[in-house]
């Protein structure tokens, strides 16, 4: 299959690129006038009307209502991010606005990634999606049992990326607070710097005198295994839907509110991205290109930012088709690089 552009010259690329550049800007229909005033090229405008025409029968831009306009379609929007060979100019404001941010060690990884969706949903003006680091990509740092009441305890899990988990359990009736801190101890001498999803099927030695305790520890460890599991489903920060409604293309409120539905559905939202998603570039996916009919006139930017070498989250923005895209990926690419550089800080 012929790729997007190869059926394109010189000239009809221009005029493409530049109602492209235009309609975002502006929200409106570009006309031949338009293109001749203000982008030139060295040509008439009956010239610039052919090849506006031309454009239009390939599926590059479309022709709205009786508008003597085009704008363009998902195929020239995916031809204009092709092309994107510069992307955006200074970012220092970003740059000391995410490392004051990021100065704060003692702050929770979840907080600190909301934070985050909120700074780059402001940048951007767009929807903000990031995505915690996997715990499963992380490594066991700390667990506490500490008992709250009436056989009750709360589980504390730390790892190395700054990832908490909660939970409370009902121990045994046999069972008293300094064996959950006996338990607690073990585990964290056994596991240290181990990663979670080895955890679920190690073995953990007991002298013969602390067999008494194999059901207390157990239990512990099932907890763990069930619920580093199911902790990863509900880790989608999101910012800036507000956002949305002020894009002159998302008047219609049933059409806002489909979208707005999709992304509350957080675990829908996360299969959904790791659909989309590669290993180790940004994607783009332009209206029809994301498969969903309630985000068709939506484009995604994402990528991966790592830890360890690895995938570990992902950062994005959700808007438009008609979206500053160099500004956008290169705002995505910044975000994904710091990231990328607070999560190997916590490495020794």
Known sequence: MKSVGMDLDKRKAEILIAVVKHYIKTAEPVSSQTIVAEYGFNLCSATVRHGLAALESMGYLTHPHT????????????????S???LGSSMMNRVNHLRTLYQRRDVEIEKLLKDTADLL?????????????????????????????????????????????????????????????????LFNARFSGIDMEKIEGADIALSSSDLLLRPLVNQV???????????????????????MLQQPEFYDVGEVQSILGILEREYFLLNLLQDKLSENKIVVKIGAEIERDELRHCSFVLTNYKFRGRRSGTVGVIGPTRMDYPRVISTIHFFEKSLTEYLESFQV
């Open 67 to 82: 508008s003597a306009g085009r704008v363009p379609t998902d195929k020239g929007y995916r031809f204009f991010v092709n």
């Open 84 to 86: 994107i060979k510069e």
């Open 121 to 185: 949903a402001s940048v951007t003006r767009h929807v903000a999606l990031i995505m915690a680091p996997s715990i499963q990509t992380s490594t066991f740092k700390h667990l506490e049992l500490l008992p709250i009441g009436e056989k009750l305890a709360m589980m504390v899990l730390i790892t190395d990326t700054g990832r908490i988990l909660k939970k409370v359990f009902q121990y045994p009736s046999a069972f008293n607070s300094l064996d959950l801190q006996w338990v607690a101890g």
């Open 221 to 243: 460890k099932g907890i763990l295994a069930q619920e580093t599991t199911g902790f990863e489903e509900e880790r989608v920060f999101l910012s800036g839907t507000s956002f």
